[in-house]
């Protein structure tokens, strides 16, 4: 079995081929705008949990998942043709409500300060200009 160390590598490694395919080779509209946030390989390699975010939030996860499932079996050999190992791990892909829940505690953070959404450059201008 790898260490813990060679498990991180080989995960940072998938992570950033499976973020550089889908923003340069993937042409499925579903998933354009997606971002990977982590990858946790198993300590026997058989699988890859890919994790995934989009800028529109949960409103489309199912969308982007199904996508991610239809072209799972190209983004293996794929990356597999990338990363030399022996067996590679079948992906198996999960919705990463993270960047959704910092934002909304950003957001009630920033009630609590009393503070309103950031102005934008323009409305900062006194109005005599």
């Not at 699988?47 to 975010?53: E, K």
């Amino acid at each position: 079995m790898p260490s813990a160390i060679r498990l991180k590598r080989i995960s940072d490694q998938i992570k950033e081929d499976l973020s550089e395919m889908l923003v340069r080779e993937i042409a499925d509209p579903r998933l354009s705008g997606i971002s990977v946030t982590d990858v946790r390989v198993d300590r026997e390699l058989a699988f890859a949990d890919v994790f995934v975010s989009a800028v529109e939030g949960q409103a489309r996860s199912k969308e982007v998942l199904a996508g991610l499932q239809h072209a799972a079996g190209f983004l293996r050999s794929a990356l597999a043709g990338r990363i030399e190992l022996r067996t590679f791990p079948r992906l198996r892909f999960h919705w990463d409500p993270t960047p959704e829940r910092a934002d909304h505690i950003e957001r009630l953070l920033a009630s609590l300060r009393g503070e309103e959404t950031p102005a934008r450059p323009e409305e900062d201008l006194p109005a005599d200009e």
